[in-house]
């Protein structure tokens, strides 16, 4: 199922100046990788991911993101602004937003992903922690409004900004939608939906009292964290697409969220066998009081929050949840029974 921040128009306007074969949202393969040849020859190129409207290569020293789905603008800005205060992410090599195939090309980041299992474990918890360590650097940048970044100011302005007015706001515009679909697929019950949004209006004056939202990554996994296998340091966090402003609490818990999962949510390719590196993240963050109690108070309800925004992509196939969906069941099926 596709998410909600994945539905938006074309960066280039319409499909007139659009390939014939993307007018209809699919991405021919042989034309996007004709299409960046200035960054390796086509049979040179990888391709790492792949959906109908989005295309990653690897085109040896640089990744190319080709594709409608995601606002390039503001993923180049994320990457710039992060390492414009220590935070190591991709440089940036080339962007054309306006191309018949809009791209976005990134210096390739050294190291392995934290998910490696490869990684000895005392190098993955040494990960753990620079990692929330630079994430607490990111969250010292202050932003304008809450949620996903508003593409549409961003396209008028250059500026990046939050969709939503207010922190609760953007919470329901978010998570009702999730849970109706849910239901409607059969995955929760109409009692376990509602269990949710009673949860929601517990946590509303804990929500109400954020009004400044920070600089969030928005998905740092496992898969999101490279690093140096040899001294454990980290060499980058990269995949900037899911840029939000708002609690710094809520980017911690979609971290927790991906490193409590066994398979990194819905992506099953990407098992894990290290054990739960989030106690090591918050330790590297080293939370201030306020943001302590928050993680408290509203760490279970945006754990799973974020539980059921992942669900909605996938629940799963056979009768068989994906992980984040098994886990928000079985929170709301303890909470039901007592």
Same mark, same amino acid.
């Given at each position: 199922?596709?998410?909600?921040?994945?539905?938006?128009?074309?960066?280039?306007?319409?499909?007139?100046?659009?390939?014939?074969?993307?007018?209809?949202?699919?991405?021919?393969?042989?034309?996007?990788?004709?299409?960046?040849?200035?960054?390796?020859?086509?049979?040179?190129?990888?391709?790492?991911?792949?959906?109908?409207?989005?295309?990653?290569?690897? %085109?040896? &020293?640089?990744?190319?993101?080709?594709?409608? #789905? $995601? +606002?390039?603008?503001?993923?180049?800005? !994320?990457? =710039?602004?992060?390492?414009?205060?220590?935070?190591?992410?991709?440089?940036?090599?080339?962007?054309?937003?306006?191309?018949?195939?809009?791209?976005?090309?990134?210096?390739?980041?050294?190291?392995?992903?934290?998910?490696?299992?490869?990684?000895?474990?005392?190098?993955?918890?040494?990960?753990?922690?620079?990692?929330?360590?630079?994430?607490?650097?990111?969250?010292?940048?202050?932003?304008?409004?809450?949620?996903?970044?508003?593409?549409?100011?961003?396209?008028?302005?250059?500026?990046?900004?939050?969709?939503?007015?207010?922190?609760?706001?953007?919470?329901?515009?978010?998570?009702?939608?999730?849970?109706?679909?849910?239901?409607?697929?059969? %995955?929760? &019950?109409?009692?376990?939906?509602?269990?949710? #949004? $009673? +949860?929601?209006?517990?946590?509303?004056? !804990?929500? =109400?009292?954020?009004?400044?939202?920070?600089?969030?990554?928005?998905?740092?996994?496992?898969?999101?964290?490279?690093?140096?296998?040899?001294?454990?340091?980290?060499?980058?966090?990269?995949?900037?697409?899911?840029?939000?402003?708002?609690?710094?609490?809520?980017?911690?818990?979609?971290?927790?969220?991906?490193?409590?999962?066994?398979?990194?949510?819905?992506?099953?390719?990407?098992?894990?066998?290290?054990?739960?590196?989030?106690?090591?993240?918050?330790?590297?963050?080293?939370?201030?009081?306020?943001?302590?109690?928050?993680?408290?108070?509203?760490?279970?309800?945006?754990?799973?929050?974020?539980?059921?925004?992942?669900?909605?992509?996938?629940?799963?196939?056979?009768?068989?949840?994906?992980?984040?969906?098994?886990?928000?069941?079985?929170?709301?099926?303890?909470?039901?029974?007592?």
């Amino acid at each position: 199922m596709t998410p909600t921040r994945r539905r938006r128009r074309s960066s280039s306007g319409g499909s007139g100046g659009l390939p014939v074969s993307y007018c209809s949202g699919v991405i021919d393969l042989r034309e996007a990788a004709a299409s960046i040849g200035r960054f390796a020859d086509a049979g040179d190129l990888v391709v790492i991911q792949r959906a109908d409207d989005h295309i990653v290569f690897d %085109a040896g &020293t640089t990744i190319v993101k080709c594709g409608t #789905r $995601d +606002e390039f603008g503001i993923e180049a800005w !994320a990457c =710039e602004r992060a390492r414009s205060v220590g935070v190591p992410a991709p440089e940036v090599i080339a962007i054309d937003r306006s191309a018949p195939f809009p791209y976005l090309a990134l210096r390739k980041v050294g190291g392995v992903p934290l998910i490696d299992d490869r990684l000895p474990l005392e190098l993955a918890v040494k990960a753990a922690r620079e990692a929330g360590a630079l994430l607490r650097r990111l969250h010292e940048l202050k932003l304008v409004g809450f949620g996903w970044a508003d593409r549409a100011h961003f396209e008028r302005t250059g500026e990046v900004r939050g969709k939503s007015e207010s922190w609760p706001e953007e919470i329901s515009a978010e998570l009702e939608p999730a849970l109706q679909e849910l239901v409607s697929l059969g %995955a929760l &019950t109409p009692a376990q939906a509602q269990s949710m #949004r $009673d +949860e929601m209006e517990l946590a509303r004056r !804990a929500t =109400e009292a954020i009004t400044e939202g920070v600089f969030l990554h928005g998905d740092l996994g496992r898969m999101h964290v490279f690093v140096d296998p040899e001294h454990g340091g980290v060499t980058g966090f990269v995949d900037w697409g899911d840029v939000q402003v708002g609690d710094p609490v809520w980017d911690l818990a979609i971290t927790g969220c991906h490193l409590a999962s066994p398979s990194e949510g819905i992506l099953r390719v990407h098992h894990a066998r290290q054990p739960d590196l989030f106690p090591r993240v918050v330790e590297g963050y080293e939370p201030a009081p306020d943001v302590a109690e928050r993680l408290t108070v509203l760490g279970s309800f945006y754990l799973a929050y974020r539980q059921a925004w992942v669900a909605r992509m996938g629940p799963g196939e056979g009768g068989v949840p994906n992980p984040s969906l098994a886990m928000l069941l079985g929170k709301l099926d303890r909470e039901i029974d007592a």
